[in-house]
């Protein structure tokens, strides 16, 4: 059992910055997989932000591309976005998961609000 446990969410104007952590522990952490970030707007349905493949490969959504980076510290298990140039729509629930293939574990996530 992989436990994720997110922070650094919290309240920014728009044009601020953020960096979100996930810390894993549990478990055979060694071979989590693939990590990523979820973003959860307000009455929306979760939508992926960005992942990370073990091997430091990323990807992100359109929305995202140049605001934000993913990235991943594999020797202290933590995962992290920065998200740079934030703007209203960027608020709600950010929530970490990672890949133990078969599973997929998930975060309680932390809360971002972007002020206008």
């Known amino acids: 059992q992989v436990r994720l446990v997110e922070s650094g969410g919290g309240l920014v104007q728009a044009g601020g910055s953020l960096r979100l952590s996930c810390a894993a522990s549990?478990?055979?952490?060694?071979?989590?997989?693939?990590m990523a970030w979820y973003h959860q707007a307000p009455r929306k349905a979760r939508a992926l932000v960005a992942d990370i493949t073990d091997g430091g490969r990323a990807t992100y959504r359109d929305s995202v591309k140049g605001r934000f980076t993913i990235s991943r510290d594999n020797v202290k298990n933590t995962l992290y976005l920065q998200m740079n140039s934030l703007r209203p729509d960027d608020t709600g629930v950010y929530y970490c998961t990672a890949d133990q293939i078969p599973r997929n574990f998930w975060g309680q996530g932390t809360q971002v609000t972007v002020s206008s």
């Open positions: 549990g478990g055979s952490i060694y071979s989590i997989g693939t």
